[in-house]
Nanobody, 123 residues
Framework: VQLQASGGGLVQAGGSLRLSCEAS????????MGWFRQAPGKDREFVAA????????YYADSVKGRFTISGDNAKEMVYLQMNSLKPEDTAVYYC?????????????????WGQGTQVTVSS
């Protein structure tokens, strides 16, 4: 099982980025796919998740209304559209997967992780 995250970069505050996560190694249709982030010196924190077969989504309060998670089941891809970015969104962003339809915000609840992609938002 492999998760490959991409799409990070440097953007000014107020700008947008779209992160992509490509899953391979098995069919992820019944999985929850999540995005987490980790800033220097801080714990890894939940950003958003989608239960792919159910279609439900869940967001951290800090990103609600600005970020949108979506999936393309045919391509085994999950996306995180990030709008109205703020300097406090700066972090390494990780995609993760868990073999259940139930969303959790706890990092330990995800068995599979991608390598991370850096997002830097300048003020």
């Amino acid at each position: 099982v492999q998760l490959q995250a991409s799409g990070g970069g440097l953007v000014q505050a107020g700008g947008s980025l779209r992160l992509s996560c490509e899953a391979s190694g098995r069919t992820f249709s019944g999985y929850v796919m999540g995005w987490f982030r980790q800033a220097p010196g801080k714990d890894r924190e939940f950003v958003a998740a989608i239960s792919r077969s159910v279609g439900s989504t869940y967001y951290a309060d800090s990103v609600k209304g600005r970020f949108t998670i979506s999936g393309d089941n045919a391509k085994e891809m999950v996306y995180l559209q990030m709008n109205s970015l703020k300097p406090e969104d700066t972090a390494v962003y990780y995609c993760a997967a868990r073999n259940t339809i139930v969303i959790t915000t706890i990092p330990g609840g995800y068995a599979y992780w991608g390598q991370g992609t850096q997002v830097t938002v300048s003020s």
